[in-house]
């Protein structure tokens, strides 16, 4: 059975834990969370504090870096964002995990607080989180960030296993492939396409090792757990899985048609600018590409790009599109009102075949019908047609 999916929001004091939080996003995309972050949202009218308490109360997690400084701040006057959302996480009994960075880690000079109000604040801040037990441990690297992150998920993972939810209010996920150690900044722009819909992106090269499980199971696995494929297809020729004369990238595309999932392709253009070490030599890894990129065009699944904004746009477009199906599909009633329409339907074929049965026993002649009754008493029949009225 696939994991459920849940939300976590990550939320920092300081703009300077870049790679910090991408760890922090890299381990809630291992545990199948969808990472919530201020960075990934869409534009639209709602101001940063709005956006900040609906993240909160989306999330089924909420993940606070505390660092040296306070953070930014609506107004003057008024307490920091992190604050505002701790408080809304601590109302709504969000689950939180808090993670401080340790005294001796090294920071930057400009990222320790020395304002008195914002001073204040963040020792305010910290000592709640600590009275409450909510610092689950402190960090001395990014590195250390994805394991305690990915540690403290695990723990409230049973927790929101317990609690009841309805199904769909579940997140979908899309897993994102592509020939081996190619086109990584399309990946990554893909990668940020989805979750910037709401759209859990699994990447193989993310995904943490399983014991006895090789490159083929694995793919096979994100197959078979994600609602959409996205592939993308650069000009780098496919490498042969093992002694099958397809590749890894085929297998999966294959089977992502074969559970019927919603798929994807993009394809390099033609006068795109690509460097040469994406070239593939050798002709039998060229041929499998060809024959990949031929069979989706043929079903109509490809659009092409010639950069990252490219495959942003069509992927975003796309997963937009997969997402109001999938929401659709999975609603309360959705399979019985499909059963229901099909019987229907059959319903309505039956009566417009009675129909043309009746018009045309009514479109023959009295002689013609005779004719046709002693037909088919002649060659076994049992039933002659009935006389039109």
Known sequence: MNP??????????????????EQARQACEA???????????????????????????ECGVYVLLLSHRYGSRPQRDRPAYTAIEMDLALQLRKPIIVLQSAPDARVRADSVERGGRAVAGLRKLVAGA???GRIAARFNSPAEVRRLVAEGLRRERQQLA?????????????????????LRDERAAARDACERHGVLALLPEREPPRVDEGSQAMSMRLVGECDIYVLLLGVRGLVAAGRDSRSLTEIEYEEALRLHKKTFVLGVAGDAPVRFDQIG?????????????QRAEERGQVAS???????????????????????????????????????????DAKRASARLHRHALQALDPQALELLTLNLKEFGGTHAPPRPP
Request: glycine residues 6%; aromatic residues 6%.
């Open 4 to 21: 459920t999916v849940y939300r976590a929001m990550i939320s920092s004091t300081a703009n300077h834990f870049a790679e910090e939080r």
């Open 305 to 347: 790009f010639s950069n990252c904004a490219d495959v942003g746009y069509f992927v975003g477009a796309a997963i937009k599109g997969a997402r109001e199906v999938l929401e659709t599909a999975r609603a309360p009633g959705a399979l019985q009102r499909l059963h229901e329409d099909e019987a229907q339907s059959l319903a």
């Open 281 to 293: 030599a050798a002709q039998r890894m060229t041929e499998m590409l060809q024959r990949l990129r």
């Open 31 to 57: 545990e199948r969370f969808l990472p919530l972050m201020m960075e990934l949202q869409l534009p639209g009218d709602e101001t940063a504090e709005e956006m900040s308490r609906r993240l909160v109360e």
């Open 130 to 132: 600590l009275e409450g």
């Open 162 to 182: 317990r609690a009841p939810a309805r199904p769909s209010t579940h997140p979908f996920c899309a897993l994102i492939g592509s020939a081996a150690d190619d």
